[in-house]
Structures are given as structure tokens and as C-alpha cells.
């Protein structure tokens, strides 16, 4: 069974530019979530989807924003990047939302860098 | 708000020994507890996924033991090898926010 599967592994960008990151929850998972790592903040929530909504949001400004397809794939986008968004970029997914008794699988991460 | 903490941040040992890794939680209204791993630059590895029902998990050399009661959780690493180096984090699900709230993590490095 393939594990979670996230794409690009590496980014690199400007301020200001936008990225679209994306991630493949393993299949028969549902929900899909995303975390910020960073040296300093350590990791973070972002948000989590089910069923193509979003269910649970993070502490994050609004150029953080993101989606969930019908065959549970997500996008992440981040729009007028800054200096501050470089970092690890891990998507988790689980089989199903509101059992929160599942294991969360993360994939290998985006590692994006801001110029 | 929940926070967690992992001591010690960082961690040396010689091959063989035994160790043990402290995670502490402020809110004991957790669903469950999740212990990862993390290669350099690497994603997360999910070791053992301790239930609030549940004292502690096994898997192979490792086992955590959880305490609700007293926000605490430790994972015991047998018999250690320098191919356990990593980084571990530990997770917990609390009951209000469907997230997973993550410690800061301990840096292990098991050498020769």
C-alpha cells in the first residue's frame, strides 16, 4: 500500500509569488491535514479537510488557504510569500475524521524556500 | 491551550544503553498520544499510538507508557543502535481541536 505521497519535494521561490503545494493521502483515507515545521516554531497546524471541507483551521494568516478534491487529494497554496513561509511542509492523512483514535500518517514533506 | 513539552532537547549515548525520552502535557483531556520519528529533513514516522484507555504500547525494542493523570508520557528505547538516531516527537490529540499538537522533540544521537 503506498504511503502518503507529497509533491513537490522542493521549492524554491521570491517574496511575493505564490506556491501550490500538493499531497496524495494513502488510499481509503479521508481526511488529509497539513503542518508547518520551522526551526523555531517547531510544528504546526495548518488546517485539516474531510470530505472536501475544511473542518479545522489553524493559527495562520489568510494567505494560507487550501482544498480537498473528490478523490480525497489536497492542495495547499500560499499566496504573497514571505521570507517567514520557509519551511518543511508535512501532509498527514488518516482513514476517517471524527475518530480521533486513528494514526495520522504523514508523508515525506515539501521543503520550500523563500528568496 | 495545550502545550507539550519533551525533555531532554537533546541526547548522546553509546550503543547498547537503554534510554528514555519524557513528554509532558498540560491539558490531560487527550484523546490519544503519538510518538514519531524524524530523520534529518525527512517526514514523520509513526512509532506507537498510545489510546487514553491504554497504560502503554509495545513495538519491537521500543515502549511508551502514558499517564493521563499526570500529563506525562515516556518512550523506553532497548538496546539502543546508532541507526535509532533521530529526531522523536511526541504528539497528542486533544479532545476539543481535531489537530495533533506536537512537542518540540528530542534529538538523539546514538554513536559507536
Known amino acids: 500500500k503506498a504511503g502518503v505521497t507529497q509533491t513537490p519535494r522542493y521549492l524554491i521561490k521570491t517574496r511575493g509569488q505564490q506556491v501550490t503545494l500538493s499531497c496524495s493521502p494513502i488510499?481509503?483515507?479521508?481526511?488529509v491535514s497539513w503542518y508547518q515545521q520551522t526551526p523555531g516554531q517547531g510544528l504546526q497546524f495548518l488546517f485539516e479537510?474531510?470530505?472536501?471541507?475544511?473542518?479545522n483551521k489553524g493559527n495562520f494568516p489568510g494567505r494560507f488557504s487550501g482544498r480537498q478534491f473528490s478523490n480525497s487529494r489536497s492542495e495547499m497554496n500560499v499566496s504573497t510569500l514571505e521570507l517567514g513561509d520557509s519551511a518543511l511542509y508535512l501532509c498527514?492523512?488518516?482513514?476517517?475524521?471524527?475518530?480521533?483514535?486513528?494514526?495520522?500518517?504523514f508523508g515525506p514533506g515539501t521543503r520550500l524556500t523563500v528568496l | 491551550k495545550q502545550e507539550v513539552t519533551q525533555i531532554p532537547a537533546a541526547l548522546s549515548v553509546p550503543e547498547g544503553e537503554n534510554l528514555v525520552l519524557n513528554c509532558s502535557f498540560t491539558d490531560s483531556a487527550i484523546y490519544n498520544l503519538q510518538w514519531f520519528r524524524q530523520d534529518p529533513g525527512k517526514g514523520l514516522t509513526s512509532l506507537l499510538l498510545i489510546q487514553s484507555s491504554q497504560r502503554e504500547q509495545t513495538s519491537g525494542r521500543l515502549n511508551a507508557s502514558l499517564d493521563k493523570s499526570s500529563g506525562r508520557s515516556t518512550l523506553y528505547i532497548a538496546a539502543s543502535q546508532p541507526g535509532d538516531s533521530a529526531t522523536y516527537l511526541c504528539a497528542v490529540w486533544t479532545g476539543t481541536a481535531s489537530k495533533l499538537t506536537f512537542g518540540t522533540g528530542t534529538r538523539l544521537q546514538v554513536t559507536l
Open positions: 488510499s481509503g483515507h479521508r481526511s
Open positions: 498527514a492523512s488518516r482513514r476517517l475524521a471524527g475518530g480521533p483514535t486513528d494514526t495520522q500518517y
Open positions: 479537510y474531510f470530505s472536501e471541507t475544511q473542518r
